[in-house]
């Protein structure tokens, strides 16, 4: 209704003006505010047309489209004492939204966490983007666990062996063996064995310095593209 009228200043002006209506007419400064207010509500706008598609899943950028109207809502220089009372008011009921003490916090912000587009977690504080992380490690941690840990793939691992005993190089490699190394520890079978946890911190940390996809892009396009880098993380975001 703001918009329509703002849009229409002439024709309801024209309105009023023919129907006497003088009580209700808007005088310069108060148009002015009218085009003020359509400015501050512009991205409310667009963020609820955001929420509101069928098309990708929306509940990673809840928290994030949180954080980019709290910026706008900043005062200005130049705002009007009213404009100022708007804002502060929004601000001060939007602030209330989604508390972090609440569960739905942090599996908004997980799912942020798990959106290509987000995924730096830029909303939060230090704090609570480490207290992500270590939710995503717990559930990575899970999956891992199910999938029966991490294992070198068996004709790999024999391919590489058989090339090695074939060369001068591999024969040296059996006379020192882990000396140069430390120790390796094995499994009953003798296999190496390899510490999860630090496979899914290193696919944690090579993920997180990936750069954020434009907030345009289709993550689900992302994922898809790049699901078999992040083998671990890719199965989580596949949950949310």
């Known amino acids: 209704m703001v918009c329509r009228a703002a849009e229409q200043q002439a024709p309801v002006a024209a309105v009023i003006m023919e129907k006497k209506l003088g009580h209700l007419e808007l005088g310069t400064s108060e148009w002015t505010l009218l085009e003020q207010v ?31 109207l709290l910026s706008h809502l900043k005062p200005s220089i130049g705002d009007s004492a009213a404009l100022n009372d708007m804002k502060t008011k929004i601000s001060t009921d939007l602030e209330k939204r989604y508390n972090p ?87 009953a079978s003798g296999r190496p064995t390899v510490d999860i946890g630090n496979v899914l911190q290193q696919e944690m940390l090579i993920y997180e310095s990936e750069t954020p996809l434009p907030t345009d892009s ?17 199965q989580l975001a596949r949950r949310y």
């Open 38 to 68: 359509r400015a501050v509500l512009k991205p409310f706008k667009t963020a609820t047309e955001a929420l509101s598609t069928d098309r990708f899943p929306t509940a990673s950028a809840v928290l994030p489209l949180k954080y980019v």
């Open 101 to 187: 003490n609440k569960d739905a916090f942090m599996l908004l912000n997980t799912s942020s966490y798990l959106n290509p587009r987000f995924h730096r977690l830029i909303h939060l504080d230090r704090d609570q983007q480490q207290e992500v992380r270590e939710r995503v490690k717990s559930e990575l941690m899970v999956i891992a666990e199910d999938c029966g840990g991490y294992e070198e793939d068996g004709e790999v691992a024999a391919m590489a062996k058989g090339t090695q005993e074939k060369t001068a190089l591999g024969a040296m490699g059996d006379l020192f063996g882990n000396v140069y190394q430390g120790a390796e520890s094995t499994d």
């Open 218 to 234: 289709d993550p689900l396009s992302w994922w898809k593209a790049s699901g078999s880098k992040y083998s671990h993380i890719a």
